[in-house]
Protein backbone atom coordinates (compact mmCIF):
# COMPACT_ATOMS: atom_id res chain seq x y z
CA UNK A 1 0.00 0.00 0.00
CA UNK A 2 1.22 3.51 -0.94
CA UNK A 3 2.11 6.02 1.65
CA UNK A 4 -1.42 8.17 1.80
CA UNK A 5 -2.84 9.91 4.64
CA UNK A 6 -6.07 8.33 3.46
CA UNK A 7 -4.97 4.96 4.65
CA UNK A 8 -6.45 3.13 7.63
CA UNK A 9 -9.22 5.96 8.63
CA UNK A 10 -12.45 5.89 9.88
CA UNK A 11 -14.64 6.92 6.96
CA UNK A 12 -18.55 7.99 6.91
CA UNK A 13 -19.91 8.49 3.80
CA UNK A 14 -23.40 9.54 2.39
CA UNK A 15 -25.02 8.17 -0.43
CA UNK A 16 -22.68 4.98 -0.02
CA UNK A 17 -25.62 2.77 -1.98
CA UNK A 18 -24.78 3.35 -5.21
CA UNK A 19 -22.50 5.81 -7.83
CA UNK A 20 -20.26 7.95 -6.64
CA UNK A 21 -20.33 7.12 -2.86
CA UNK A 22 -20.48 3.57 -3.31
CA UNK A 23 -17.23 3.57 -5.47
CA UNK A 24 -15.56 6.17 -2.78
CA UNK A 25 -16.10 3.79 -0.37
CA UNK A 26 -14.69 0.61 -2.32
CA UNK A 27 -11.78 2.63 -3.30
CA UNK A 28 -11.20 3.40 0.93
CA UNK A 29 -11.90 -0.10 1.85
CA UNK A 30 -9.63 -1.80 -0.74
CA UNK A 31 -6.95 0.50 -1.45
CA UNK A 32 -6.59 2.46 1.56
CA UNK A 33 -7.81 0.11 3.95
CA UNK A 34 -10.30 2.21 5.65
CA UNK A 35 -13.47 1.31 7.91
CA UNK A 36 -16.48 2.71 5.79
CA UNK A 37 -19.52 3.75 7.55
CA UNK A 38 -22.30 4.07 4.80
CA UNK A 39 -25.19 5.98 5.02
CA UNK A 40 -28.10 5.97 3.12
CA UNK A 41 -31.78 4.80 2.68
CA UNK A 42 -31.71 1.36 0.84
CA UNK A 43 -31.33 -1.74 2.54
CA UNK A 44 -31.06 -3.51 -0.72
CA UNK A 45 -28.77 -1.71 -2.57
CA UNK A 46 -26.33 -1.36 0.71
CA UNK A 47 -27.04 -5.44 1.13
CA UNK A 48 -25.68 -6.03 -2.90
CA UNK A 49 -22.41 -3.91 -2.01
CA UNK A 50 -21.81 -5.51 1.37
CA UNK A 51 -21.71 -8.96 -0.98
CA UNK A 52 -19.79 -7.42 -3.50
CA UNK A 53 -17.28 -6.44 -1.13
CA UNK A 54 -16.62 -10.04 -0.01
CA UNK A 55 -13.55 -10.58 1.85
CA UNK A 56 -13.27 -7.02 2.66
CA UNK A 57 -17.06 -6.74 3.90
CA UNK A 58 -15.83 -7.05 7.43
CA UNK A 59 -14.46 -2.94 6.93
CA UNK A 60 -18.06 -2.01 6.28
CA UNK A 61 -20.77 -0.94 8.19
CA UNK A 62 -23.79 1.00 6.94
CA UNK A 63 -26.59 3.09 8.66
CA UNK A 64 -30.13 3.42 6.85
CA UNK A 65 -31.84 6.95 7.78
CA UNK A 66 -32.43 9.86 5.64
CA UNK A 67 -29.74 12.45 5.69
CA UNK A 68 -31.70 15.69 5.34
CA UNK A 69 -33.27 15.39 9.14
CA UNK A 70 -31.41 16.76 11.74
CA UNK A 71 -32.92 14.25 14.04
CA UNK A 72 -31.36 11.75 12.44
CA UNK A 73 -28.11 13.12 12.65
CA UNK A 74 -28.35 13.60 15.99
CA UNK A 75 -29.07 9.99 16.45
CA UNK A 76 -26.18 8.86 14.60
CA UNK A 77 -23.92 11.40 16.53
CA UNK A 78 -25.58 9.21 19.71
CA UNK A 79 -24.50 5.73 17.88
CA UNK A 80 -21.17 6.54 17.27
CA UNK A 81 -20.42 7.86 20.69
CA UNK A 82 -21.88 4.69 22.45
CA UNK A 83 -20.19 1.98 20.22
CA UNK A 84 -16.51 4.35 20.90
CA UNK A 85 -16.45 4.95 17.41
CA UNK A 86 -13.97 7.97 16.41
CA UNK A 87 -14.68 9.05 13.23
CA UNK A 88 -11.07 10.82 10.88
CA UNK A 89 -13.11 11.99 7.90
CA UNK A 90 -16.99 13.04 6.70
CA UNK A 91 -17.85 12.69 2.62
CA UNK A 92 -20.98 14.38 2.10
CA UNK A 93 -21.87 12.82 -1.18
CA UNK A 94 -25.54 12.15 -1.29
CA UNK A 95 -27.96 13.77 -2.96
CA UNK A 96 -30.50 14.25 -5.58
CA UNK A 97 -30.67 15.97 -9.07
CA UNK A 98 -34.58 17.34 -9.48
CA UNK A 99 -36.16 16.61 -12.86
CA UNK A 100 -35.10 19.96 -15.34
CA UNK A 101 -37.72 22.17 -15.30
CA UNK A 102 -38.61 26.00 -15.05
CA UNK A 103 -38.85 26.95 -11.64
CA UNK A 104 -42.08 27.79 -11.58
CA UNK A 105 -43.20 24.37 -12.27
CA UNK A 106 -41.44 22.90 -9.16
CA UNK A 107 -44.04 22.35 -6.36
CA UNK A 108 -42.57 23.88 -2.97
CA UNK A 109 -42.05 20.32 -1.87
CA UNK A 110 -40.05 19.39 -4.01
CA UNK A 111 -37.90 22.18 -3.85
CA UNK A 112 -37.16 22.02 -0.34
CA UNK A 113 -36.53 18.49 -0.89
CA UNK A 114 -33.75 19.18 -3.10
CA UNK A 115 -32.33 21.54 -0.59
CA UNK A 116 -33.15 19.79 2.01
CA UNK A 117 -31.11 16.41 0.91
CA UNK A 118 -28.53 18.43 -0.99
CA UNK A 119 -27.25 21.02 1.66
CA UNK A 120 -29.02 21.32 4.73
CA UNK A 121 -27.96 17.19 5.06
CA UNK A 122 -24.22 18.79 5.00
CA UNK A 123 -25.11 21.81 7.22
CA UNK A 124 -26.88 18.86 9.65
CA UNK A 125 -23.94 16.39 9.46
CA UNK A 126 -20.90 19.03 10.05
CA UNK A 127 -22.75 20.90 13.06
CA UNK A 128 -23.50 17.40 14.78
CA UNK A 129 -19.90 15.75 13.71
CA UNK A 130 -17.71 18.41 13.85
CA UNK A 131 -16.80 18.31 17.39
CA UNK A 132 -16.14 14.47 17.03
CA UNK A 133 -13.92 15.06 14.18
CA UNK A 134 -11.67 17.52 15.58
CA UNK A 135 -10.67 15.07 17.78
CA UNK A 136 -8.74 13.04 14.96
CA UNK A 137 -4.92 14.60 13.83
CA UNK A 138 -6.72 13.99 10.08
CA UNK A 139 -9.79 15.46 10.39
CA UNK A 140 -11.58 16.19 7.17
CA UNK A 141 -14.38 17.24 5.04
CA UNK A 142 -15.03 16.49 1.96
CA UNK A 143 -18.24 17.77 0.05
CA UNK A 144 -19.42 16.06 -3.37
CA UNK A 145 -21.09 19.14 -4.96
CA UNK A 146 -21.03 19.79 -8.63
CA UNK A 147 -20.71 21.88 -11.87
CA UNK A 148 -23.98 22.93 -11.55
CA UNK A 149 -22.72 25.20 -8.84
CA UNK A 150 -19.93 26.66 -10.98
CA UNK A 151 -22.47 28.21 -13.54
CA UNK A 152 -26.46 27.70 -13.23
CA UNK A 153 -28.93 27.23 -16.18
CA UNK A 154 -32.38 27.67 -17.37
CA UNK A 155 -33.83 24.36 -16.22
CA UNK A 156 -31.46 23.67 -13.05
CA UNK A 157 -32.31 26.60 -10.52
CA UNK A 158 -33.22 24.53 -7.65
CA UNK A 159 -30.28 21.76 -8.12
CA UNK A 160 -27.87 24.51 -8.67
CA UNK A 161 -28.93 26.62 -5.78
CA UNK A 162 -28.57 24.02 -3.31
CA UNK A 163 -25.22 22.87 -4.76
CA UNK A 164 -24.05 26.82 -4.81
CA UNK A 165 -24.90 27.25 -1.61
CA UNK A 166 -23.19 24.01 -0.46
CA UNK A 167 -19.99 25.48 -2.10
CA UNK A 168 -20.37 28.58 -0.48
CA UNK A 169 -20.19 27.11 2.91
CA UNK A 170 -17.77 24.22 2.63
CA UNK A 171 -15.93 27.51 1.32
CA UNK A 172 -16.03 29.38 4.39
CA UNK A 173 -15.74 26.40 6.59
CA UNK A 174 -11.96 25.42 4.46
CA UNK A 175 -10.41 28.77 6.20
CA UNK A 176 -12.15 28.40 9.17
CA UNK A 177 -11.16 25.38 10.00
CA UNK A 178 -7.29 26.01 8.13
CA UNK A 179 -4.82 23.71 9.97
CA UNK A 180 -7.31 21.82 11.82
CA UNK A 181 -9.32 20.02 9.52
CA UNK A 182 -8.99 19.51 5.36
CA UNK A 183 -11.69 20.68 3.95
CA UNK A 184 -12.24 19.71 0.04
CA UNK A 185 -14.89 20.17 -2.08
CA UNK A 186 -15.37 18.28 -5.68
CA UNK A 187 -17.41 19.47 -8.34
CA UNK A 188 -17.76 16.78 -10.88
CA UNK A 189 -19.65 17.50 -14.72
CA UNK A 190 -22.10 14.84 -15.99
CA UNK A 191 -20.95 11.40 -14.48
CA UNK A 192 -22.67 8.28 -15.62
CA UNK A 193 -24.65 6.71 -12.36
CA UNK A 194 -28.28 6.40 -11.82
CA UNK A 195 -28.90 9.70 -10.89
CA UNK A 196 -30.83 10.71 -13.90
CA UNK A 197 -33.57 8.23 -13.03
CA UNK A 198 -36.18 10.69 -13.32
CA UNK A 199 -34.75 12.76 -15.99
CA UNK A 200 -36.43 10.75 -18.87
CA UNK A 201 -32.71 10.09 -20.36
CA UNK A 202 -34.51 6.53 -21.49
CA UNK A 203 -35.21 8.74 -24.28
CA UNK A 204 -32.69 7.32 -27.23
CA UNK A 205 -31.46 10.85 -28.10
CA UNK A 206 -31.12 11.98 -24.44
CA UNK A 207 -29.38 9.02 -23.54
CA UNK A 208 -26.74 9.50 -26.43
CA UNK A 209 -25.80 13.18 -25.65
CA UNK A 210 -25.87 11.92 -21.83
CA UNK A 211 -23.35 9.78 -22.95
CA UNK A 212 -21.45 11.38 -24.96
CA UNK A 213 -20.90 15.00 -22.23
CA UNK A 214 -20.62 11.95 -19.51
CA UNK A 215 -17.51 10.57 -17.61
CA UNK A 216 -17.59 6.62 -16.17
CA UNK A 217 -18.65 6.52 -12.52
CA UNK A 218 -15.38 4.46 -12.46
CA UNK A 219 -13.18 7.59 -13.62
CA UNK A 220 -14.80 10.37 -11.50
CA UNK A 221 -13.80 8.27 -8.84
CA UNK A 222 -10.55 7.58 -9.37
CA UNK A 223 -10.49 11.72 -10.06
CA UNK A 224 -12.10 11.87 -6.41
CA UNK A 225 -9.97 9.77 -4.57
CA UNK A 226 -6.55 11.21 -6.82
CA UNK A 227 -7.67 14.67 -5.14
CA UNK A 228 -8.50 13.96 -2.03
CA UNK A 229 -5.33 11.52 -1.66
CA UNK A 230 -3.39 14.75 -2.36
CA UNK A 231 -5.61 16.84 -0.31
CA UNK A 232 -7.09 19.33 -3.28
CA UNK A 233 -9.43 22.03 -1.57
CA UNK A 234 -11.22 22.63 -5.26
CA UNK A 235 -11.92 19.69 -7.08
CA UNK A 236 -13.73 20.45 -10.77
CA UNK A 237 -13.68 17.24 -12.71
CA UNK A 238 -15.05 16.37 -15.85
CA UNK A 239 -14.45 18.26 -19.56
CA UNK A 240 -18.20 19.70 -19.22
CA UNK A 241 -17.52 20.90 -15.64
CA UNK A 242 -14.15 22.64 -16.80
CA UNK A 243 -16.15 24.36 -19.64
CA UNK A 244 -18.56 26.10 -17.13
CA UNK A 245 -15.46 26.71 -14.27
CA UNK A 246 -14.00 28.57 -17.30
CA UNK A 247 -17.59 30.32 -18.72
CA UNK A 248 -18.75 30.55 -14.88
CA UNK A 249 -16.05 32.97 -14.03
CA UNK A 250 -14.85 34.54 -17.10
CA UNK A 251 -18.88 35.56 -18.94
CA UNK A 252 -20.83 34.56 -16.06
CA UNK A 253 -24.17 36.19 -17.60
CA UNK A 254 -22.86 35.28 -21.73
CA UNK A 255 -21.95 31.88 -20.17
CA UNK A 256 -24.91 30.99 -19.19
CA UNK A 257 -26.78 32.45 -22.14
CA UNK A 258 -24.52 30.44 -24.36
CA UNK A 259 -24.98 27.08 -22.37
CA UNK A 260 -28.63 27.30 -22.06
CA UNK A 261 -29.25 27.93 -25.68
CA UNK A 262 -27.27 25.25 -26.60
CA UNK A 263 -29.78 22.98 -24.59
CA UNK A 264 -32.50 24.75 -26.43
CA UNK A 265 -31.52 24.17 -29.81
CA UNK A 266 -30.48 20.15 -28.94
CA UNK A 267 -34.64 19.78 -28.74
CA UNK A 268 -33.73 16.82 -26.37
CA UNK A 269 -37.71 15.91 -24.69
CA UNK A 270 -35.18 15.85 -21.66
CA UNK A 271 -35.38 19.55 -21.41
CA UNK A 272 -39.16 19.75 -22.79
CA UNK A 273 -40.09 21.11 -19.08
CA UNK A 274 -37.88 24.28 -19.55
CA UNK A 275 -38.26 25.48 -23.28
CA UNK A 276 -41.64 24.20 -24.36
CA UNK A 277 -44.32 27.16 -24.09
CA UNK A 278 -46.80 26.41 -21.18
N1 LIG B 1 -24.03 11.93 -11.60
C1 LIG B 1 -23.76 13.18 -11.92
O1 LIG B 1 -23.78 13.56 -13.12
C2 LIG B 1 -23.38 14.19 -10.86
C3 LIG B 1 -22.77 15.38 -11.29
C4 LIG B 1 -22.41 16.32 -10.33
C5 LIG B 1 -22.63 16.07 -9.00
N2 LIG B 1 -23.24 14.91 -8.61
C6 LIG B 1 -23.45 14.72 -7.17
O2 LIG B 1 -22.78 13.54 -6.77
C7 LIG B 1 -23.43 12.99 -5.63
C8 LIG B 1 -23.64 11.50 -5.85
O3 LIG B 1 -24.52 11.33 -6.94
P1 LIG B 1 -24.54 10.04 -7.89
O4 LIG B 1 -24.47 10.55 -9.28
O5 LIG B 1 -23.57 9.02 -7.43
O6 LIG B 1 -26.06 9.60 -7.66
P2 LIG B 1 -26.77 8.23 -7.22
O7 LIG B 1 -26.15 7.06 -7.89
O8 LIG B 1 -28.22 8.49 -7.43
O9 LIG B 1 -26.44 8.15 -5.68
C9 LIG B 1 -27.05 9.00 -4.75
C10 LIG B 1 -26.83 8.43 -3.36
O10 LIG B 1 -27.43 9.32 -2.41
C11 LIG B 1 -28.28 8.56 -1.54
N3 LIG B 1 -29.40 9.41 -1.11
C12 LIG B 1 -30.21 10.19 -1.87
N4 LIG B 1 -31.11 10.82 -1.12
C13 LIG B 1 -30.86 10.43 0.18
C14 LIG B 1 -31.47 10.74 1.43
N5 LIG B 1 -32.51 11.59 1.52
N6 LIG B 1 -30.96 10.17 2.54
C15 LIG B 1 -29.91 9.30 2.47
N7 LIG B 1 -29.30 8.99 1.31
C16 LIG B 1 -29.77 9.55 0.17
C17 LIG B 1 -28.76 7.39 -2.39
O11 LIG B 1 -29.08 6.29 -1.55
P3 LIG B 1 -30.55 5.70 -1.28
O12 LIG B 1 -31.32 5.83 -2.54
O13 LIG B 1 -30.27 4.31 -0.85
O14 LIG B 1 -31.07 6.54 -0.16
C18 LIG B 1 -27.49 7.06 -3.17
O15 LIG B 1 -26.66 6.24 -2.41
C19 LIG B 1 -24.73 13.79 -5.46
O16 LIG B 1 -24.56 14.73 -4.44
C20 LIG B 1 -24.90 14.49 -6.79
O17 LIG B 1 -25.61 15.69 -6.67
C21 LIG B 1 -23.61 13.96 -9.51
Redesign the pocket.
Known sequence: MDKNWLNFKTVIV?????????GIAEKLIKVHGCNVIG????EK?MKTFVEELGEYADRFSYQL????SLENWVDFRQYLEDNHIKPDILIN?????PKFDKFQHYTIEEIESAMN??FY?AVYSMHTLLPLLLKSPSAAIIN?????ALMSLAGTSVYSAS?SALKALTESMREELRGKCYVGIVC????K???FRNQGSSDEKAQKMLNMV?TSCDKMVKLIMNGIGKQHELMVFGKDAAFMNYFGRMMPVLGGRLFSAVMKMSKLPLFDGVFKED
Do not use: H
Open positions: TGASSGMGKIARSKFDVSNAGILINSVDSSAKPGFTTDIS
